[in-house]
């Protein structure tokens, strides 16, 4: 049975499918509301998924729609504006 290192969890990138430490990955968030924000601080409420904040996975993940399948609802623009700003 392998390690995990409980000060960097790994995720896995819903773009390339690459697995990271979560600190080297962006969280999008599926609030209770419905409505997906970007999460700055990895620990709200709600489902999330996770994107290297690289504007090759951040493209990949919009014309795939990775982020929506993974989530289940649809990403705003200004969400999207919010995350290629952090890139």
Known sequence: MGTVNLRNPVRTCVACRVEAGKCDLVRL????????ELDRTGRMAGRG??????ADC?????KRRAIERALGAPVRPETWA??????
């Open 29 to 36: 968030v599926r609030r209770p509301d419905g409505i997906v």
């Open 82 to 87: 919010e995350v290629l700003n952090l890139s």
């Open 58 to 62: 951040l493209e990949g993940a919009r």
């Open 49 to 54: 998924a996770y994107l290297h904040a690289t």
